[in-house]
């Protein structure tokens, strides 16, 4: 979602555009998107649907998962902090292109798949199973070169995507902010399909 929140910023108080409107936007982003996600957890792996177009809402589930990945975040991202710090020190030695382009975009796969890997930790909570992220991490660790795979290809697409998006900023700013709520809605329902599909081949053995 790189154009989502960055480009979002740049944008001048004369083009409308304030950050207490962005602050507002990813309070409700948050929101929605953890409802949507654990409505959608559960109308895939439970087939719980209650024929509404508006899901029902789930206060505790949605909060409970909202908690759940708060504190996964806060791991992968203090394990991911400490992954760059070693491998800026490591590579400390190599030309600032590498280590201002290369290393970064690394850093962020790892972050992705450290997610990635204890993720069906969260669909567990929307589903009312019990998986710890450690149980979720072993459950995982066959397929970590497949969730490898699957980060990078995920990457490239979001980059791709995110670049055509930000090609409109000079054409038209309106357009530009559709793009963004757009890409930021795509890019949040593939992200909720693909932990859905891990938890069901990882946990229950589905093959979908």
């Not at 959608?40 to 087939?47: A, F, G, K, P, T």
């Not at 962020?108 to 969260?122: I, N």
């Not at 397929?143 to 000079?170: D, H, K, P, Q, R």
């Amino acid at each position: 979602m790189r154009g989502s929140i960055a480009g979002v910023a740049t944008l001048g108080p004369d083009e409308g555009v304030s950050w207490l409107a962005i602050g507002v936007y990813l309070i409700a982003q948050t929101f929605s998107g953890t409802w949507v996600a654990v409505a959608w957890h559960r109308y895939v792996l439970q087939e719980d649907d209650s024929g509404a177009i508006i899901p029902s809402f789930m206060g505790r589930r949605v909060g409970a998962y909202f908690m759940q990945g708060v504190l996964i975040a806060i791991i992968v991202g203090i394990v991911t902090v400490v992954a760059a710090a070693a491998l800026f020190f490591a590579f400390s030695g190599l030309n600032s292109l590498v280590l201002a382009i290369v290393l970064p975009l690394v850093i962020a796969l790892v972050g992705l798949w450290l997610f990635y890997r204890v993720s069906p930790a969260l669909p567990a909570v929307a589903i009312e199973e019990a998986l710890s992220i450690g149980d979720a991490w072993r459950a995982t660790r066959p397929y970590s070169g497949s969730i490898l795979v699957l980060v990078i290809a995920m990457a490239a697409a979001s980059g791709v995507f995110g670049a055509l998006v930000e090609l409109t900023v000079e054409s038209s700013t309106y357009l530009y902010l559709v793009l963004v709520m757009v890409q930021t809605w795509i890019s949040m329902m593939v992200g909720i399909s693909v932990l859905t599909t891990i938890y069901g081949v990882v946990v229950e053995n589905r093959d979908f």
